[in-house]
């Protein structure tokens, strides 16, 4: 079965760093690109980066270029997401999604994790 | 703003087709990429629901259909059923911004 777990949420100060992870099993990690999609409190989904199978292509939102830093191990089946100088506007569920090919500017995204809450307040 | 344009909520009855709509620009759908939807059960996470405008993953009843057209794409519900109270969430990629890009969700309530 295929399964994503994210975990690394918590409470946060403004201007603070927090480092997301995700753990995938059940399928060929390496083959696949990778995604970070979040959702604050009672809005939409919102794109936060993305990952080619070899790291070779990144994708970042604009809301967070410059402070957010996607990657992968993929001896370790992992994703991370780096989070710096984070904000209130960052406060939302961080979702861990699977690219359903190599690629993450072309192929959709067909397997997501539950989610890990990240909460930024002094 | 989303990039993406959704209506906000749809109603039906039981029994009826609903159809959502998806709009977007010369960036993104109506540059000829594909269109995605998603179902976002309450309290759950997103689900994969059509893609490649009107493919349906193994698993999802024949009632969900997509189609797309120009700029715009659109998610058609037959036989509405109260379990299909969820939100609906349309994406594509945007050339422009060098990333994926979101509908603003249309929430689905079965009178």
């Known amino acids: 079965e295929v399964q994503l777990v994210e975990s690394g949420g918590g409470l946060v100060q403004p201007g603070r760093s927090l480092r997301l992870s995700c753990a995938a099993s059940g399928f060929i990690f390496d083959d696949y690109a990778m995604h970070w999609v979040r959702q604050a409190p009672g809005k939409g989904l919102e794109w936060v980066s993305g990952?080619?199978?070899?790291?070779?292509?990144?994708g970042y939102a604009d809301s967070v270029k410059g402070r957010f830093t996607i990657s992968r191990d993929n001896g370790k089946n992992s994703l991370y997401l780096q989070m710096n100088s984070l904000r209130g506007e960052d406060m939302a569920l961080y979702y861990c999604?699977?690219?359903?090919?190599?690629?993450?500017?072309?192929?959709?995204?067909?397997?997501w994790g539950k989610g890990t809450t990240v909460t930024v307040s002094s | 703003q989303s990039v993406l344009t959704q209506p906000p909520s749809v109603s039906g009855a039981p029994g009826q087709r609903v159809t959502i709509s998806c709009t977007g620009s010369?960036?993104?759908?109506?540059?000829?990429?594909?269109v995605h939807w998603y179902q976002q059960l309450p309290g759950t996470a997103p689900k994969l629901l059509i893609y490649?405008?009107?493919d349906r993953p193994s698993g999802v009843p024949d009632r969900f259909s997509g189609s797309k057209s120009g700029t715009s794409a659109s998610l058609a519900i037959t036989g509405l059923q109260a379990e299909d109270e969820a939100d609906y969430y349309c994406q594509s990629y945007d050339s422009s911004l060098s990333g994926w890009v979101f509908g603003g969700g249309t929430k689905l309530t079965a009178l």
């Open positions: 010369s960036s993104n759908i109506g540059a000829g990429y594909d």
């Open positions: 999604a699977k690219g359903s090919g190599s690629y993450f500017s072309y192929y959709y995204m067909d397997v």
């Open positions: 990952i080619s199978w070899n790291s070779g292509r990144i």
């Open positions: 490649a405008n009107s």
